[in-house]
């Protein structure tokens, strides 16, 4: 069986972070663990409270899954501060983690902040260093580029310079654009585009955490990076497509599409 280890926080929602994570790993297929970061009271509208947990008990959940039940992939989504970086990348590079994934979370979907702004340093200079890809939306990208992007134009100088000061594969999302949902792959001097057709759903709670999932899922299989991100793509559009719609504000996307066989159409339906 292949195995993946996500690195991220909790979302009592179900609709982002570990929660978000799981249900995409096992969706593929894949046996999933986690290494939880912070807990967040959150929902659709928007993030009520954070209690991270302290470095010394996130290097206890790593070394635990590492030298146990050593995952073929690891996600990293929300890690809310310095200290919890600096610990998960001496741990990722002591057990010599292999597909490594980045998620650089900022701001979730509802516009709440997760991150502190020390942490934006330490994830450019500790995390990204050692990713195979990282995944960045439209504003991360600007944070970690430290331009301006207004066009397709703007995403590959983007790309190209994070990908080329940090020496990692980048997926630059374009779920924040008006009118397509077109994501950029920069990886060894090329650019490879991944069209998305936009899908008229306001529910894009957990998008970003469900890509990078599906991405791991796909190369702890043993996927190349393109096709990886390529069928992650197919994935997300489909859970999307299915219009879900839970909760009072941007409600979370339909993992159970890829499992309903399981019970029966009819058991999902109210
Ligand atoms: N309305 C949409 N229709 C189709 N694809 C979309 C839509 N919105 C986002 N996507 C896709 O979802 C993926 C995640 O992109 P997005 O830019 O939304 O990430 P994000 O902002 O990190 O997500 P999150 O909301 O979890 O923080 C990308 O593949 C993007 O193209
Ligand atoms: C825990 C968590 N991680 C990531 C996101 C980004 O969508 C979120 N809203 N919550």
């Not at 066009?151 to 374009?174: R, S, W």
């Not at 996927?223 to 299915?242: I, P, R």
């Amino acid at each position: 069986m292949y195995t993946a280890l996500t690195i991220a926080g909790s979302d009592s929602s179900g609709g982002a972070g570990i929660q978000a994570d799981i249900k995409t790993m096992m969706a593929h297929g894949i046996y999933a663990m986690s290494a939880v970061t912070a807990l967040t009271a959150q929902n659709t509208t928007g993030v009520a409270d954070i209690l991270e947990v302290t470095p010394d008990f996130l290097e206890k959940q790593l070394d635990c899954v590492f030298t146990d039940i050593f995952p073929d992939a690891v996600k990293i989504g929300m890690i809310p501060s310095a200290g919890l970086i600096e610990v998960t990348a001496d741990s990722l590079l002591r057990h010599r983690a292999r597909n490594i994934v980045l998620d650089p979370v900022m701001v979730a979907t509802s516009g709440a902040r997760l991150t502190d702004l020390q942490a934006v340093e330490a994830l450019k200079e500790k995390l990204l260093p050692g990713a195979d890809l990282v995944t960045p939306n439209i504003p991360e990208a600007e944070v970690l580029s430290g331009m301006k992007i207004k066009d397709g134009e703007d995403m590959e100088e983007a790309a190209g310079k994070i990908g080329d000061t940090y020496g990692c594969a980048v997926l630059c999302k374009g779920g924040h654009q008006l009118n397509d949902a077109n994501d950029l792959l920069y990886r060894k001097g090329s650019f490879k585009w991944f069209k998305g057709k936009r899908i008229d759903n306001p529910n894009t709670h957990g998008t970003g955490c469900t890509l990078s999932s599906a991405i791991a899922s796909n190369l702890a299989r043993g996927m190349e990076m393109e096709a990886a991100v390529g069928l992650a793509k197919e994935y997300l559009s489909k859970a999307l497509a299915d219009m879900l719609d839970l909760g009072h504000g941007r409600g979370p996307m339909n993992h159970a599409f890829a499992v309903r066989d399981w019970r029966g159409d009819a058991a999902n339906e109210k």
